[in-house]
């Protein structure tokens, strides 16, 4: 069973950045569009962003946006999430997600969980005030 390795999860102060990088296993990955959730216990999961499989369009939650950035680098088959001025409220588990999108699903296609086709199990973020 496919499934996506994410990494760069960890402890940091409010204010701080992190780095984290979802790994794929082989190239059917380039071809399918890619997300980033987070989950809070005793919360819904959340989408965070996504992207194209060529990396040409994201998008982004309204938290997310001008403070986190999606990208991804299809000749390492990884994906990766830049985010900077981290707050409490940030902490959460972050998951990866993949799945093949066409042209009209976008971006409710990258939206929804359980619509991905695959998935990792997750990295912790902890941002503490």
């Known amino acids: 069973q496919v499934q996506l390795k994410e990494s760069g999860g960890g402890n940091v102060q409010a204010g701080d950045s992190l780095r984290l990088s979802c790994a794929a296993p082989?190239?059917?990955?380039?071809?399918?569009?890619a997300s980033w959730f987070r989950r809070v216990p005793g919360k819904e999961r959340e989408f965070v962003a996504g992207?194209?499989?060529?990396?040409?369009?994201?998008h982004y939650s309204e938290f997310a946006k001008g403070r986190f950035t999606i990208s991804r680098d299809n000749a390492k088959n990884t994906m990766a999430l830049q985010m900077n001025s981290l707050k409490p409220e940030d902490t959460a588990v972050y998951s990866c997600?993949?799945?093949?999108?066409?042209?009209?699903?976008?971006?409710?296609?990258?939206?929804?969980?359980?619509?991905?086709?695959?998935w990792g199990k997750g990295t912790p973020v902890t941002v503490s005030s």
């Open positions: 997600g993949a799945v093949i999108l066409t042209e009209s699903d976008w971006p409710a296609g990258v939206e929804d969980y359980y619509n991905m086709d695959y």
């Open positions: 082989d190239n059917t990955f380039t071809s399918e569009a």
């Open positions: 992207i194209s499989s060529d990396g040409v369009k994201t």
